[in-house]
């Protein structure tokens, strides 16, 4: 409107120190417009059409300089360096360093090297304003800077990290401390979030830290195992933000200023004891912040909540208990290590070598191979312990852990009553039994080359010495020394020689 008006007021005669002092402009810039004004070709009536627009009947900005050589120097510097800013170690001081060792002729100052290179570099992009339904997300993220208690028992000053989540659409902000960033931590105060809101949104939007990602892409990020069993548990998914785009979850990021400034400051004021203690501390300034009234309306976020949460998924009946993953080979005995509690579980014998995933917690292990489940344990706290399943062992190894002198005592039964109090008595005799289990088995092994009831023979005639042996069985039955004793067994000996060819008869001898 001013440049307007000065062409009027030239138009109409005034003289520039006339203009200058009814418009309140300096003289030298209402000149400066007069001139361009002349040397335009625009008209006056082109310019006081009320219809007209500055940026249409008369272009009175200042005609751009042309960049001195200097600044094309600097210009073709900077796109010549500009791929080392993906470099590592890349710092504004390095690329000022190697400017001025070019050796140009005037060079810029430090300062305004600097701020030439923002304005070259840092183009505003602009932002958008998001629209966020109900239920729909929950922001997830860790303040940068800590709170504190005191430890009753050393008197040191344990610092913890503080979790910050939000519902984007009503703004309903959760807070709570704890020990570490670590996976357990994380999770377990992402199930306590749910919890305070009392419902499941479809989706929790994290960073990619080490605890919700295994493997960060600018396109697809791998979740860790244990974060995605939480979230199918509670029905929802986990959606991490693209690297280096905090943007994505700008809210939680404003949520975590809003948390220094409503919920730190005033806990810092005092000295806790306990991290139940501050995150009580906490809760108390949470409820204050929920329910004071938003800046930009008449409502708190405590009021959309109430509107947002008949959006979101009901809770599960059960809280997730953490399971962990771990890979292990399966050993040549058929059993796996479970690292966390050092112990052993069996699987299937025809599993030996192979690799396989462990998935346990406190009550149960899950052995799986190529995401079939093939075996399942109740999981021990006691270090060094075998867990086994006797149907995982092959034949030969489930026979061997069923050995015991009653096993043994069904064995010799069928081959005789002689047979099975002789191995009765051959296990007692030894002060551990499994000193005789190899005897035992040499005595029931016999039957294959002799007869059940030669061996029940020999272990009757065996029984008249004192001690015990399965040498002694098989001597008998070699020396056939059961085929001359004269005694009561279960086979009726004879004691007449057959009628044959050979026989002489009892007249020979008369």
């Not at 690329?95 to 570099?121: C, M, N, Q």
């Not at 852990?401 to 051959?426: C, N, R």
Request: with cysteine; aromatic share 10%; hydrophobic share 30%.
């Amino acid at each position: 409107m001013q440049q307007k008006q000065i062409i009027r007021l030239y138009d109409l005669g005034h003289s520039q120190r006339s203009i200058s002092r009814q418009l309140g402009i300096h003289r030298k810039t209402v000149r400066d417009y007069i001139n361009r004004f002349k040397a335009s070709k625009s008209t006056v009536e082109e310019l006081i059409d009320p219809s007209s627009d500055l940026r249409v009947p008369l272009d009175l900005s200042p005609p751009p300089k042309e960049p001195d050589k200097r600044y094309k120097f600097f210009h073709s510097f900077v796109e010549v360096k500009k791929e080392l800013r993906s470099k590592p170690g890349f710092t504004v001081d390095n690329l000022y360093a190697d400017y001025i060792e070019t050796g140009v002729s005037d060079p810029y100052s430090r300062a305004h090297f600097y701020k030439l290179l923002r304005e070259l570099w840092n183009v505003n992009r602009g932002s958008i304003r998001l629209h966020h339904t109900y239920g729909e997300k929950l922001f997830v993220d860790y303040t940068g800077k800590k709170l504190s208690y005191v430890d009753k028992a050393t008197g040191e000053l344990m610092s913890v990290e503080v979790l910050v989540t939000i519902l984007p659409a009503s703004q309903y902000i959760y807070v709570e401390a704890m020990h570490s960033q670590k996976q357990t931590d994380f999770i377990h105060g992402i199930m306590n979030a749910l919890e305070y809101i009392k419902g499941c949104p479809k989706a929790i939007v994290t960073d990619n830290l080490k605890s919700a990602v295994t493997k960060a892409g600018k396109y697809q990020s791998t979740i860790n195992k244990s974060l995605q069993a939480m979230a199918l548990h509670y029905s929802t998914t986990i959606d991490p933000t693209r690297t280096y785009h905090p943007k994505d979850k700008a809210l939680v990021e404003g949520a975590v200023k809003i948390s220094y400034n409503a919920i730190f400051y005033e806990v810092q004021k005092h000295t806790y004891f306990s991290l139940a203690e501050l995150n009580a501390a906490i809760q108390e300034q949470l409820v204050k912040l929920n329910n004071r009234k938003l800046s930009h309306g008449d409502d708190s976020r405590s009021d959309r909540y109430i509107m947002e949460k008949e959006h979101l998924s009901p809770l599960p009946i059960y809280r997730y208990e953490l399971k962990e993953y771990r890979r292990a080979k399966v050993q040549k005995m058929g059993y796996v290590l479970c690292s966390t509690y050092k112990n052993y579980y069996s699987v299937p014998y025809r599993y030996i070598g192979k690799q396989v995933e462990l998935r346990y917690d406190t009550t149960s292990l899950e052995v799986y191979h190529n995401g079939d489940r093939i075996a399942s344990h109740v999981t021990s706290q006691a270090k060094g312990q075998y867990i086994t399943e006797p149907s995982h062992l092959s034949s030969n190894n489930a026979a061997y852990i069923k050995w015991s002198p009653s096993y043994f005592s069904k064995l010799a039964a069928p081959h005789g009553t002689h047979v099975q109090i002789y191995i009765d008595e051959l296990i007692a005799d030894r002060p551990y039994p499994e000193q005789a289990y190899k005897q035992v088995q040499g005595i029931l092994a016999l039957v294959r080359t002799y007869t059940s009831n030669r061996v029940n023979t020999a272990c009757q005639l065996a029984r008249d010495h004192p001690k015990r042996s399965y040498k002694m069985i098989k001597q008998i039955l070699l020396n056939n020394q059961d085929h001359l004793a004269h005694h009561d067994s279960d086979e009726p000996e004879s004691h007449t020689i057959p009628a044959h060819s050979n026989l002489r008869g009892k007249n020979y001898y008369q």
